[in-house]
């Protein structure tokens, strides 16, 4: 994408989710936008940093180690998520690089992110990740083991800052959406990472406090 639409993209996407939030009576400041940048270079990703995007997501631990701390150490106030599934192996390097982590999904991994947080004495904000249409293939703990995995999570002391959610493609996310946040006010959880390009207008009025956007604001992945 050329850089001098990087503005016009991100100040499109900002719009329409403030849009969003004032049609549910929200506080557009109560919706964090994530730009996903998997699979972009950093060609790609300076731009929407010069037009004063900050807080960026990537999907693999690998990737972002190797592009990430260049861009981090030319431009402060970065912020970087993990949105993407987690090898407990990888707990040490995803807790060192990362300032949120989406993708909490399992005992061995909440015992394995509670580890490497005491040995760095550093604690991102975590998102339990709820495989929410229960698809055999995707990340994420079925919706019937979120309150085990939400227990073991918090007596394991990670910061719980949400539940996080991939609806399934192809169909109306909104009911998802909306189960996703019922699950969160029964289990006392504020944050919500839910919505994606094609659908976090929805996401929004129906509580999203976490957008997670990639194709809208960078154009279409090889
Ligand atoms: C890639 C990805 C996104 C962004 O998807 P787009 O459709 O490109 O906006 C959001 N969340 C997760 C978990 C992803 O892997």
Known sequence: ??????????????DRIARA?????RDPAD???IAISKTHGADAIRPL???????FGENRVQEAAGKWPALREANPGIEL?????LQSNKADEAVALFDAIHSVDRPSLVTALARAMDKADRRPPCFVQVNIGDEPQKGGCAVAGLPVLLAEARSAALP????????PLGVDAAPYFALLAKLARDHDVSGLSIGMSDDFETAVTLGATH?????????ERE
């Open 211 to 219: 957008v997670r956007v990639g194709t809208a604001l960078f154009g």
């Open 21 to 25: 939030a004032t049609i549910a009576r």
């Open 81 to 85: 998520h993990l949105v993407g599934q």
């Open 160 to 167: 719980v800052a949400g539940l996080m959610a991939v609806p």
């Open 49 to 55: 940093i010069d037009a004063g995007q900050r807080i």
């Open 1 to 14: 994408m050329a850089s001098d639409t990087a503005d016009s993209r991100l100040s499109t996407i900002r």
């Open 31 to 33: 919706v964090t936008l």
